[in-house]
């Protein structure tokens, strides 16, 4: 039968090796049988160490008994079947009652003798504390960061994020050292045993990957922090054109004070047309219709350019509000509002137009692209006549080409 225990480990050093004691606790009272025969034989815990098998006792006196948890007679015998995992035992105590003794065998590590001072002798419980060497290899543990694909912010020429990062330890000989990399600031402070370390990450556009390190003496762990930044389209202060009754306006709005237009009207539908380069392989964007008028716009490029979506359901249960064509996102994330559709065929300058469906009316912002990544490349190779230049920008090989700034991942900067 399976009994209780409750366990708990203490750490101690000893040059490359650790003494690890673990304190178990066995319960007596659930032992079964009414009878002295019926309660030997092997009794299995129901929990586990972390880093230990599951306790097995084998009784083998017929002394212990269920009836007021007693202890009778003076050879009660049990053996740890699998004293090996865990290790030498250091102390037995049974309540701390004076009535009883108990004694280890010097020859066999798991086995012991407890004796009972009368036959009226009872315990609840017996508490046994192990000691095993074990070898030891400092450690820092932490994961990778990504962040993934973000859209950069439009008021700034790069992306700021700050969040944080778990650290743990395990046997250093001191306090874990953090060290940023030139675009990741760190802060926080560690012991040997870890904790949370701030980051602050300032990526420009593009593939962003730079590496932090962890120390504690001559252990050292290294963490990347890696994401894609992408150059929106839509930039405050230019919003694009929608047609509504024959009609083409400027409809510049915001969400979330995020720079965007608003398409259509409450009796009219209208149009967005996002201008994306040749050779773009994906546009990303985000679109909300107005609260409680869920619907669908239509996507659509010139013949001979491919999406993947041609029709899209916007989010409206909790829409946007606001007036003054300022709106904020009511009970949704932003990224409950992006979309991605990939683009093939863009061998030119294309127009990618979004149109007002059953939706009737929606905003758009944060509207980006990427490019493919034989794009820098392809620019020296058939474009030479439109008098692209091989540059280095800060570090990075960059291709000029008609006034924009590309580098050698297709990534316009």
Same mark, same amino acid.
């Given at each position: 039968m399976k009994k209780l225990?409750?366990?708990? *480990?203490?750490?101690?050093?000893?040059?490359?090796?650790? *003494?690890?004691?673990?304190?178990?606790?066995?319960?007596?009272?659930?032992?079964?049988g009414n009878s002295y025969a019926a309660n030997n034989g092997t009794h299995t815990s129901d929990a586990v160490a972390a880093d230990k098998s599951t306790i097995e006792v084998?009784?083998?006196?017929?002394?212990?008994?269920?009836?007021?948890?007693? #202890?009778?007679?003076?050879?009660?015998?049990?053996?740890?079947?699998n004293a090996d995992s865990w290790g030498e035992i250091k102390s037995i105590t049974i309540n701390n009652n004076a009535n009883f003794t108990y004694s280890i065998d010097a020859?066999?590590?798991?086995?012991?003798?407890?004796?009972?001072?009368?036959?009226?002798?009872?315990?609840?419980?017996i508490v046994i504390v192990f000691e095993k060497e074990e070898s030891t290899a400092p450690a820092i543990a932490a994961k990778d960061f990504d962040f993934g694909k973000v859209v950069i912010a439009q008021d700034a020429e790069n992306y700021v994020?700050?969040?944080?990062?778990?650290?743990?330890?395990?046997?250093?000989?001191?306090?874990?050292?953090?060290?940023?990399?030139?675009?990741?600031?760190?802060?926080?402070?560690?012991?040997?045993?870890?904790?949370?370390?701030?980051?602050?990450?300032?990526?420009a556009?593009?593939?962003?990957?730079?590496?932090?390190t962890l120390t504690s003496g001559e252990t050292e762990k290294e963490v990347v922090v890696s994401g894609k930044v992408i150059k929106p389209v839509v930039l405050p202060g230019e919003p694009a054109t929608m047609?509504?009754?024959?009609?083409?306006?400027?409809?510049?709005?915001?969400?979330?004070?995020?720079?965007?237009?608003?398409?259509?009207?409450?009796?009219?539908?209208?149009?967005?047309?996002?201008?994306?380069?040749?050779? *773009?392989?994906?546009?990303?964007?985000?679109?909300?219709a107005w609260t409680n008028a869920a619907g669908t716009i239509a996507v659509s490029a010139p013949d001979g350019v491919t999406l993947d979506k041609t029709e899209l359901t916007l989010t409206a249960d909790a829409g946007i509000s606001g007036s003054s064509?300022?709106?904020?996102?009511?009970?949704?994330?932003?990224?409950?509002?992006?979309?991605? #559709?990939?683009?093939?065929?863009?061998t030119a300058e294309t127009n990618i137009t979004f149109a007002s469906g059953t939706a009737r009316r929606f905003v758009v912002w944060g509207a980006t692209y990427e490019l493919g990544k034989d794009t820098a490349t392809s620019?020296?190779?058939?474009?030479?006549?439109?008098?692209?230049?091989?540059?280095? #920008?800060?570090?990075?090989?960059?291709?000029?080409?008609d006034g924009k700034k590309i580098n050698l991942l297709g990534v316009e900067l």
């Open positions: 225990f409750s366990l708990f *480990a203490a750490v101690l050093f000893a040059g490359s090796m650790m *003494a690890k004691e673990y304190t178990v606790t066995i319960g007596l009272s659930d032992f079964p084998e009784w083998t006196s017929n002394q212990v008994m269920n009836q007021s948890s007693k #202890i009778q007679g003076q050879k009660n015998t049990g053996s740890i079947k020859n066999d590590a798991g086995k012991f003798e407890i004796k009972a001072g009368s036959a009226t002798s009872t315990a609840s419980s994020l700050d969040t944080t990062l778990v650290v743990t330890g395990a046997n250093l000989s001191g306090a874990i050292v953090a060290t940023g990399s030139e675009h990741v600031t760190v802060s926080g402070t560690l012991t040997a045993e870890g904790g949370t370390l701030n980051l602050h990450i300032v990526a556009p593009g593939d962003f990957s730079e590496t932090i047609t509504a009754n024959g009609d083409t306006k400027a409809y510049e709005a915001s969400v979330d004070g995020v720079a965007g237009v608003k398409v259509g009207t409450s009796s009219a539908d209208g149009s967005f047309v996002v201008t994306v380069p040749a050779n *773009a392989t994906v546009l990303h964007f985000f679109a909300v064509n300022d709106y904020l996102l009511q009970a949704l994330a932003p990224a409950e509002c992006r979309f991605d #559709i990939n683009l093939s065929g863009v620019l020296i190779n058939t474009k030479s006549e439109q008098k692209a230049v091989k540059t280095i #920008i800060n570090g990075q090989v960059v291709i000029i080409l």
